[in-house]
């Protein structure tokens, strides 16, 4: 089960749209995982894909995750190694990506608002509680279901492990 993420922010604003976290025109030519992480946020923060490390966390405004419904704006991130997304809110249908594959999307406009970039955070899952710059904000805790989904990598990696679990 997955319980804490900690890592480094990194901040951005309002409206951060799926071609700003994945530019839209290597939509049909990159499907290399790697090579997608190349190009998470490369149009917000050149320096992103060369610098996120393991375990940091985006932390986005309002909106975060508009336009278009590729996942590859969830995948890029995830395969960068982000660990967790805190917005003071999301598009409904990347909100649903992320779950889908496997990276947490948390809802806390609080912590949002007080996170800076480069400062640490902690995001306790199991509480629902995330810490930042000696604060501390709760958030409502993610369903048993979908903590299972997360923890699984995703949807299909969590579907699978259940069909597994039923064989005699």
């Not at 992103?48 to 940091?56: I, L, N, R, Y």
């Not at 960068?80 to 889908?100: D, E, K, M």
């Not at 899952?125 to 904000?137: K, L, P, S």
Request: hydrophobic share 40%.
């Amino acid at each position: 089960m997955m319980e804490t993420v900690r890592g480094r922010i990194w901040k951005f604003g309002d409206d951060v749209n799926t071609d700003v976290i994945f530019p839209g025109k290597y939509t049909y030519t990159i499907t290399d995982p790697q090579e997608m992480a190349r190009h998470a946020m490369e149009d917000a923060d050149p320096e992103f894909a060369v610098k996120v490390e393991p375990g940091d966390i985006v932390v986005g405004g309002r909106n975060f995750g508009c336009g278009s419904s590729r996942e590859q704006a969830v995948g890029a991130l995830r395969y960068a190694g982000v660990g967790a997304i805190v917005a003071v809110s999301f598009a409904r249908i990347y909100f649903r990506n992320a779950v889908n594959l496997g990276l947490p999307a948390i809802v806390c406009p609080e912590a949002a608002a007080a996170a800076q970039p480069g400062d640490e955070m902690t995001i306790r899952f199991t509480d629902g509680v995330i810490e930042v710059r000696g604060g501390a904000y709760t958030f409502p805790s993610f369903p048993d279901f979908m903590l299972a989904i997360l923890s699984d990598g995703g949807l299909i990696p969590h579907l699978r492990k259940k069909t597994v679990d039923r064989r005699p």
